[in-house]
């Protein structure tokens, strides 16, 4: 069993910065490609945002290149997202998500999740 624990989530203006961690309670972290998928108000699906692979190669969501950036540190089993420049329409609960030998791109049956961490972002 993976428990994911998202923290660093708040209320910011256009154009700041924050810094998302999540923190992975599992045996052996390297086992798991890591992700970040983020849900605004009224919708049902979770949109991809970042992922790293295993090895440590990131893929991001065209609406985020350039401003955002996901890292690793496997051995505080922990994922990052770097936000830089937020915007109101990143806006978002974001979720945490782990994927046990593949990278969360696209999720699928089996994966983990966190319970979510609020970013607001304030025009």
């Known amino acids: 069993q993976v428990q994911l624990a998202e923290s660093g989530g708040g209320l910011v203006s256009a154009g700041a910065s924050l810094r998302l961690s999540c923190v992975a309670s599992?045996?052996?972290?390297?086992?798991?490609?890591m992700g970040w998928y983020r849900q605004t108000p009224g919708r049902k699906e979770r949109l991809f945002v970042a992922?790293?692979?295993?090895?440590?190669?990131?893929s991001y969501a065209d609406s985020v290149k350039g401003r955002f950036a996901i890292s690793r540190d496997d051995a505080a089993k922990a994922v990052y997202l770097q936000m830089n420049n937020l915007q109101p329409e990143d806006t978002a609960v974001y979720y945490c998500t782990a994927a046990p030998y593949r990278t969360p791109s696209p999720i699928a049956a089996g994966d983990y999740w966190g319970r979510g961490t609020q970013v607001t972002v304030s025009s």
């Open positions: 992922a790293i692979s295993r090895s440590g190669a990131p």
């Open positions: 599992v045996r052996t972290f390297t086992n798991y490609g």
